[in-house]
C-alpha cells in the first residue's frame, strides 16, 4: 500500500521560514516525479512545485519561486520544501504526491497518482 506522509507544517510569523518533508512508503521515490500542491479554504488545489526522478530538474509556481526550493534524497524515500520569506497567502495545507506519468513536467493535480493527507502551514501578518 503507497502512503505518502508530510510533517513539518504549524505557525509561523511572516518573513519566517518553514521546512516539509514527505516519506514515502510502498513505492521507490527515485521512479516518480515528486510534487507539492496547497489549498486554501475555499479555493482549489494549487501547484506549488515539482521535481523530477533523479531531481535534475525542478519546476515552480510563479508565486514562490525564488522563496520555495524542493528538494529530494532517493535513498531516504524522502522529499522536501524549503519555504523562506513566508507570507501570509501562503497559508494552506500542503500536500506532497508523486506521479510515474511525467517526469516533473506537470503542474496539474489530475496527472499526480498518489497524496498524501496533507499538512497545515498558516502564517500569521
Known amino acids: 500500500q503507497v502512503q505518502l506522509v508530510e510533517s513539518g507544517g504549524g505557525l509561523v510569523q511572516a518573513g519566517g521560514s518553514l521546512r516539509l518533508s514527505c516519506v514515502a512508503s510502498?513505492?521507490?521515490?527515485?521512479?516518480?516525479?515528486m510534487g507539492w500542491f496547497r489549498q486554501a479554504p475555499g479555493k482549489e488545489r494549487e501547484f506549488v512545485s515539482t521535481v523530477s526522478w533523479s531531481g535534475g530538474y525542478t519546476y515552480y509556481a510563479d508565486s514562490v519561486k525564488g522563496r520555495f526550493t524542493i528538494s529530494r534524497d532517493n535513498a531516504k524515500n524522502m522529499v522536501y520544501l524549503q519555504m523562506n520569506s513566508l507570507k501570509p497567502e501562503d497559508t494552506a495545507v500542503y500536500y506532497c504526491?508523486?506521479?510515474?506519468?511525467?517526469?516533473?513536467?506537470?503542474?496539474?493535480?489530475?496527472?499526480?497518482?498518489?497524496w498524501g493527507q496533507g499538512t497545515q502551514v498558516t502564517v500569521s501578518s
Open positions: 504526491s508523486a506521479t510515474s506519468r511525467y517526469n516533473g513536467a506537470s503542474r496539474y493535480p489530475k496527472d499526480y497518482d498518489y
Open positions: 510502498g513505492l521507490s521515490v527515485r521512479s516518480y516525479a
